[in-house]
């Protein structure tokens, strides 16, 4: 017990020091890059099943739960019911948002990158393009 | 195996159970389970140890997102994997750093990295930092890579698109991405740790030490060639449904 409540102020301590130096932990740029080849995975198995990339409207949430079918002419019958992502996979290490945006018809995902805003020089950047094997 | 404060039960319990999942998936797990028994494992807000009282904290996502493990959709798990064999590497050779060969490990590692040059430009200020992070991240990237070609071998598996040249695309990506060879960084700048930036280091992990972790925390099971991950041998073309 006396390690526990040893362990949750050092924890508290740490964590206040923590959300200035590291805010997100260690390594944020390899556990960031990573998480935007998750969402390009997702992406990837979205294209193959249905032929197409999310539109900007539908955005990263179409990996989650199928668009509206009417829209979107997707069978959602056919939609996996776990989704292709999960909600959380949808954003940084830091919990926010990445961001989807369609450029000449390809996906690009960008992370906010150390000053927290999309559309900086500092954003981590994936560009995804079509291979002949359509994943 | 030491008492948990109740509120350490929770954390303790899903690191348990995400240990059974990926034993059964043939992933390395040996260590892992060293760390459950010796070191009080809590949810904060971010992922790191803290040696001096044997503490792992992980956030709440990273347990989350491999609760009920499984390659299969949805995708999500990566980042976390990564996250939580790069922090029990750390916790791992914090158990073992005054017994050999560990100690020796730690030594020739940080002597490797004493000065070494940095992609700023500049050399790092913390060889020891830099060697821990270097250890971190080789297991965390390993066992990424292994679990994406894993994902996408199950995922083209259940979609009927498992093909011979899908196939050869995996394995293409996992031989390409495990030939990485740099690896960590050290806290630069800042007061008394505040304020640091992440500066990635840009000299090559020794053989000796990668060998060393791929030997006894990998246990093997990871090595750079697709054909011989056991845990991939299951996926032929046209498996699935």
Sequence with gaps: MRSALLGALLLATVGMAGCRSEPCGHAVEKRDALRLETVSRALRAWHAAHGRWPTADEGLMALVRCPAASASGIDCERFPATGYATSDALRDVCGRSIHYALVGGQPRLSAPGPDGEVGTGDDRVIEIKTTPTGR | ?241
């Design chain 2, 1 to 241: 195996m030491r008492s948990r404060a109740p509120d350490a039960v929770s954390a303790w319990m899903r690191f348990t159970d995400f240990i059974a999942a990926a034993t059964d998936l043939g992933m390395p797990t040996g260590f892992l389970q060293e760390i459950g028994a010796d070191y009080t494992i809590v949810m904060g807000d971010k992922d790191a140890i803290l040696p001096r009282i044997d503490m792992l904290i992980l956030r709440r996502d990273t347990l989350g997102a491999v609760d009920e493990l499984s390659p299969d959709l949805p995708f999500g798990e990566r980042s976390a994997i990564y996250t939580l064999y790069h922090e029990a590497t750390h916790a791992w050779l914090d158990l073992h750093a005054d017994a050999s060969p560990v100690a020796g490990v730690i030594a020739d590692g940080e002597a490797h990295y004493t000065d070494a040059p940095l992609t700023d430009g500049r050399a790092t200020s913390d060889a020891h930092r830099l060697f821990q992070e270097a250890a971190g991240d080789y297991v965390g990237s390993r066992m990424a890579h292994w679990w994406a070609a894993l994902a996408d071998l199950a995922v083209a598996a259940a979609t009927g698109t498992l093909t011979e040249a899908r196939r050869a695309a995996i394995a293409s990506a996992y031989e390409a991405a495990q030939s990485e060879t740099v690896f960590g960084y050290s806290p630069e700048g800042g007061l008394l740790g505040i304020g640091a930036a992440q500066v990635e280091t840009e000299r090559p992990a020794p053989d000796e030490l990668r060998a060393f972790l791929d030997c006894v925390l990998l246990e093997g099971k990871v090595p750079s060639g697709f054909a011989a991950v056991p845990a991939f041998a299951r996926f032929s073309a046209g498996s699935g449904r």
